[in-house]
C-alpha cells in the first residue's frame, strides 16, 4: 500500500490516512498486517515519528516530523492546542445549525477531562429510507473543530446529544450501522479529519494541510446527494 503524501518540507511529512488504518501498533486496536507509521517509513526510507494520533477508523490529515528535535516542538503545539483541527462528518438526524459540546470525558486511566467540541451543520437531508418506526431516515454533514484532543472526543460527543456518527461502533448506533451495512455495503465509520493549521517549529510559517475525501466518504455524499 503507497500512502498519498499531502505535505513534505525537510522537517514534516503529512499523508492522508485511509480509513482502517492504525498510525501504529497499540492495545487499542488489535493486530493489524499494516501500520502508518511503518509504510511511511518503508516508502521514504526513513524514519519518521507521528506528531498526533487520529483513530484508525478515522481517514485524513495524520502528520509526521523527520527528526525528533521537530517531532518534540509539534508533539508541545498538539499538547497546548495551538493546532487548529477541522473535520467533517455525517451523522445521524439533524443537527441545530450551531453547536458547541461541552462534556467531560474519563480516559483509560480513570481521569476526568473538560471536553469541548465546536460544530456547524453544512447540508442536511431526509431519505426515502424507513428505519424503525420511521417512513424517512434524516441525516447532517457537519464541520467539527474540537477545541480539545481527548481520545474518540468527536464520536463520544455526537452519540451523547443523539446524533450519533454513521459506521461509528461502539459510540455509534448499531441499529443505523446495521442498515447501512445492509442497504449500501457501507461499514466504514464517516468521520474525515480534513484539514490541520500550525505553525511551522522551524520556519515559523504559518502552514495549512488540507485531505481530499476518501472513496467510500464521497460514496456517501454522491448518496445523500450532496455532491
Not at 509526521?64 to 528535535?69: A, H, P
Not at 467533517?88 to 480513570?110: C, F, H, M, Q, S
Request: with cysteine; proline share 4%; aromatic share 10%.
Amino acid at each position: 500500500m503507497e500512502l498519498e503524501i499531502i505535505y513534505r518540507d525537510e522537517f514534516l511529512v503529512a499523508i492522508n490516512k485511509p480509513h482502517g488504518l492504525a498510525v501504529h501498533r497499540s492495545k487499542y486496536v488489535g493486530e493489524a498486517e499494516n501500520y502508518a507509521l511503518q509504510l511511511l517509513r518503508d516508502q521514504l526510507q526513513q524514519y519518521v515519528f507521528p506528531c498526533h494520533r487520529i483513530d484508525s477508523k478515522t481517514a485524513g490529515v495524520l502528520l509526521f516530523s523527520l527528526n525528533i528535535e521537530v517531532n518534540r516542538l509539534m508533539q508541545q503545539q498538539f499538547a497546548l492546542n495551538q493546532v487548529k483541527k477541522k473535520y467533517l462528518a455525517i451523522v445521524r438526524g439533524y443537527t441545530p445549525d450551531l453547536g458547541v459540546i461541552d462534556y467531560p470525558l474519563t480516559n483509560e486511566k480513570g481521569k476526568t477531562q473538560d471536553a469541548i467540541t465546536e460544530y456547524k451543520a453544512l447540508k442536511k437531508v431526509e431519505l426515502d429510507l424507513p428505519f424503525g418506526k420511521f417512513k424517512t431516515s434524516r441525516y447532517s454533514l457537519v464541520e467539527i473543530n474540537p477545541q480539545t484532543g481527548r481520545m474518540h472526543q468527536i464520536r463520544k460527543h455526537f452519540a451523547q446529544i443523539d446524533h450519533p456518527i454513521i459506521g461509528d461502533r461502539p459510540h455509534g448506533c448499531n441499529k443505523q450501522n446495521k442498515l447501512f451495512k445492509d442497504k449500501f455495503n457501507m461499514t466504514t465509520m464517516m468521520l474525515h479529519a480534513k484539514e490541520i493549521i500550525f505553525y511551522h517549529p522551524i520556519n515559523k510559517s504559518k502552514i495549512i494541510i488540507q485531505a481530499d475525501l476518501h472513496s467510500e466518504f464521497q460514496k456517501m455524499m454522491q448518496l445523500m446527494n450532496w455532491v
